[in-house]
């Protein structure tokens, strides 16, 4: 179910206070006692400081059978649990925890409430044994006495001051609920300032009976009732506001004392010619320049300024499938694994998850955004720093790679970017495996629980860093950041708009479940943690493929996305308004009929209010004509929406290679189209990050097939199997030519490569030599025939071409480090004639260089 956020960014569906729903079926029990007058009239002064939040919002009907007791149980013992407690069953329609429970002189004349901690006194407040609970033992007695009798134990979590309210004051942020068991006075101050944001959140209930009935003695029964229980609020505590970290210095002490950090220090000192202090001291600075110093109250603080920060940038933010992540998040260690595309993904994840109620992450961050006051800021939000590289620093590693281990034991969820840095032109990076191979190496060190990553989409419609990756596309150097110009961007973000955001939560990926995949015995290394395991490489490699293409499973299809794809395919991106009409219904209706995945999203306005949204945000521009209107970008928009292009053309792949193969040919059969798709496909994959097999995307193709079809862009013969588009040019040849324009550049850039090899031959270049060639071939392409888009000739889109044709053995390295190849590449490129044009093929040999040293360039410098 999806989120939307507007205004304060408070989910829809909680805008306003639920009302009460209607009672499940309802067979009251028969009370032997009323609520007494004391608490009667506390319920009635606490009243107008309450305001409850259930969790779940609508409870099962089913969740209490009402023709059996019912006792409720609460973490901390207080008069004001009680009074919450209370209400919340009198909205929800259950029965009162202030009245005895039904079951006889048994169940005694008390509350059908426990509690399993308490402390006594009134100022000097001590807490009294928590190895069981009274009101547990009372229950396990009776249930012993009476064979029939089976009370249904719902555990009741409560939270005062957890949900953030941008009406709130700064003060409430001290008394926001944390793991400290706080005393009456505080308390109090706690539901006078906070109560109006609690959370009470009712669990499945536990049969009393069935515990009963295993035969355990008494005294073992009670204290394994205790201790489940108190493992559940522990869970449930830690999913809601986060694990009860120890003081940041306490926990690099602990970090430091770790055997194997003591033996990198010792190292070190041998290495250095010093003594164990002085390495020492130097092992404690590298782990404080590391450690984040989370502060519950900060991040409370954080999220007053963010929801009005949010409604200063941005229309609003729409969140989708987050109820996976909140079922499997309490008693697993999550690491989110967001795509990287701007500085705001950080921040806008964590405060997502916050106000949805889930603690937000440790964030492993740059540690060029450690600047003065900022990185404290970061630190407290839970940020911990690492350098770019600390290959050769091998203290350095070990302290960073102890921390996340620590972190990872303790509980407490992550998150980091494989991608290792933003990237420029709205594609998902080639992954970097560094984190992920510190998480498995930690996980396998501590594994006290299971570890799910969570991955994550984000989509914007208007990138606040535009402007600056433009520029670093074109080769000007990336700007480092600074405090002074992070305060100017700022009051410049401040003055524009930025449409819509999109936060869509991809499939969870279980890791034990990728261990079993690459090898079933993966269980013996938890014996010898510091060994490196044979197949980790194997391991790492598929759960960053893994990652990445959830990641794109989850993608949004948004109104600025549909008029990139439409416009950018044009010459001079324009086009008339009936056309564009046309194109963007075609690929709303590809999307929905063949969609990529059950995570995509797409946009709900029609084809006439996405070109409304359009003009209102400032993308297009309209001209008038007697002969119909003609919708363009702006003259500093058209290069910038390539990147809003690049997010989604994964999700057209297959209606790409079937519009390309008919660019330069009226009629081919159906199976051809199928068949030369899957030859095509392992490279399209890898830029692309698809989730199929050759087969799977070749059964796409045959959807893809019956939509143009239906649609009229292609008749077909089921006699002979061909397959024929229109002559000439009419609207659907130029559909087609829409359609095909968003791959028909990655075919140019792999004719580039091709080209180059068998023009020089085999054994003549080596592959950074060629990587370099195809990135100048490309930029001089460009800059003769057309104005292609900056990741046209991205030198990283080669590098994982020529590596694709490495791993496929299409090309091979020989002994002197020069690239091989056989006769299949040359037919490969003879086979290009059927997507490429012969002026484009043309255009294309006559541009690459024969080599290196005929053409002039000094390709080793240059790499």
């Not at 569906?13 to 067979?27: G, I, K, L, N, W």
């Not at 009294?128 to 396990?140: D, N, P, Q, W, Y």
């Not at 440790?362 to 630190?379: E, M, Q, T």
């Not at 093929?841 to 005929?854: C, L, M, N, V």
Request: aromatic share 10%; glycine share 6%; charged share 25%.
């Amino acid at each position: 179910m999806a989120q939307r956020f507007r205004g304060s960014l408070v989910p829809e569906d909680q805008a306003e206070q639920q009302p009460e729903p209607a009672s499940p079926q309802r067979a009251p029990a028969k009370l032997t006692t009323r609520v007494p007058l004391w608490l009667r009239w506390l319920g009635k002064l606490a009243e107008p400081w309450l305001q409850i939040r259930h969790e779940p919002a609508r409870p099962d009907a089913n969740l209490i059978d009402f023709n059996r007791p019912v006792c409720y149980v609460v973490e901390h013992y207080g008069v004001s649990n009680y009074l919450i407690l209370e209400r919340a069953c009198r909205e929800l329609g259950f029965p009162s925890p202030l009245i005895s429970m039904q079951g006889g002189d048994l169940l005694g004349k008390g509350r059908s409430m426990v509690a399993l901690s308490r402390r006594h006194g009134f100022w000097l407040r001590r807490p009294r044994s928590r190895t069981h609970s009274e009101g547990i033992a009372k229950l396990v007695q009776a249930a012993e006495v009476d064979a029939d009798l089976d009370v249904q134990i719902v555990p009741v979590s409560i939270f005062v001051g957890r949900a953030p309210d941008r009406n709130e004051g700064w003060f409430r942020v001290l008394f926001s609920e944390n793991w400290t068991l706080v005393g009456r006075f505080r308390r109090f101050l706690s539901v006078i300032l906070n109560g109006r944001n609690t959370i009470v959140r009712f669990s499945n209930p536990v049969s009393l009976r069935q515990v009963v009935a295993e035969g355990l003695p008494q005294e073992r029964t009670v204290r394994k009732v205790s201790r489940v229980l108190r493992a559940h609020f522990r869970r449930i505590r830690t999913a809601v506001i986060g694990p009860d970290l120890s003081h940041r210095r306490t926990l690099v002490d602990g970090v430091l004392d770790s055997e194997s950090v003591r033996r990198a220090i010792a190292d070190q000192a041998r290495r250095d010619g010093t003594g164990y202090e002085a390495a020492y001291n130097k092992a404690r600075a590298m782990a404080m320049e590391v450690a984040a110093d989370y502060s519950h109250p900060v991040v409370r603080s954080w999220s007053f300024m963010l929801t009005w920060f949010w409604n200063k940038l941005y229309e609003g933010v729409s969140v989708h499938h987050l109820e996976r992540l909140k079922d499997v998040a309490p008693g697993n260690g999550v690491i989110y694994v967001p795509c990287h595309r701007s500085h705001i993904d950080y921040l806008l994840l964590s405060y997502l998850l916050y106000v949805n109620h889930i603690v937000p992450p440790h964030i492993a961050a740059g540690v060029n955004l450690n600047l003065p006051v900022v990185g404290a800021i970061l630190r407290r939000g839970g940020a911990f720093f690492l350098r770019r590289s600390f290959k050769s620093n091998a203290l350095y590693s070990v302290i960073f790679s102890e921390y996340v281990a620590t972190l990872l034991g303790r509980g407490v969820s992550i998150e980091y970017f494989i991608e290792g840095g933003r990237s420029r032109t709205g594609r998902l990076l080639s992954p970097k495996g560094g984190m992920l191979a510190m998480t498995l190496k930690a996980f396998l060190r501590q594994h006290r629980r299971p570890v799910v990553f969570q991955p994550v989409y984000i989509g914007y419609e208007k990138l606040m860093e535009g402007k600056s990756y433009l520029n670093e596309l074109s080769g000007q150097p990336k700007k480092s950041e600074s405090l002074g110009r992070l305060l100017r961007a700022s009051f410049g973000l401040l003055r524009n708009r930025y449409g819509q955001v999109t936060v869509n939560f991809g499939e969870p990926i279980f890791l034990e479940q990728v261990l079993d995949d690459v090898d079933a015995n993966w269980r013996n290394a938890l014996a010898a943690p510091d060994e490196k395991p044979s197949w980790l490489n194997t391991a790492v490699d598929r759960l960053a493929w893994r990652i990445q293409t959830h990641i794109n499973r989850a993608a949004d299809l948004n109104p600025i996305n549909l008029i990139a794809l439409s416009l950018l395919a044009t010459p001079k991106h324009a086009i008339a308004e009936t056309d564009l009409l046309a194109q963007i219904d075609l690929y709303c209706d590809i999307a929905r009929s063949v969609p990529f995945s059950d995570r995509m999203t797409v946009t709900p306005l029609s084809p006439a209010e996405i070109i409304a949204y359009g003009e209102k945000v400032g993308v297009l521009v309209r001209t008038a004509h007697p002969l119909g209107d003609v919708l363009a970008y702006k003259d500093e928009e058209r290069v910038l929406q390539s990147y809003y292009r690049n997010n989604v053309v994964h999700l057209f792949a297959a209606a790409s290679w079937v519009a390309c193969c008919f660019q330069n040919n009226r009629r081919m059969s159906r199976a051809g189209v199928a068949r030369l798709g899957q030859l095509i496909f392992p490279f399209v994959q890898s830029e692309l990050f698809l989730p199929w097999t050759p087969e799977q995307f070749g059964e796409r193709i045959d959807k893809v097939i019956d939509v143009f079809i239906r649609r009229g862009l292609f008749s077909f013969d089921a006699e002979q199997g061909y397959l024929q588009r229109c002559p000439g040019q009419t609207d659907e040849v130029f559909q087609l030519r829409v359609i095909a324009h968003s791959l028909q550049q990655a075919f140019e850039r792999y004719y580039i490569a091709i080209s180059i090899l068998v023009k020089n031959g085999p054994n003549t270049v080596s592959a950074g030599e060629l990587e370099t060639l195809c990135h100048l071939s490309a930029q001089r392409l460009s800059l003769l025939y057309s104005q292609a888009a900056p990741e046209f000739f991205d030198r990283s889109l080669f590098r994982g071409f020529i590596g694709k044709m490495r791993e496929l053995r299409f090309i091979w390295t020989d002994e002197s480090g020069k690239l091989a190849y056989d006769g299949r590449l040359e037919n490969w490129a003879k086979d290009a004639k059927i997507i490429l044009s012969r002026e484009l093929r043309h255009s294309i040999e006559k541009i690459t260089p024969e080599t290196a040293r005929k053409s002039g360039l000094q390709v080793e410098e240059m790499e």
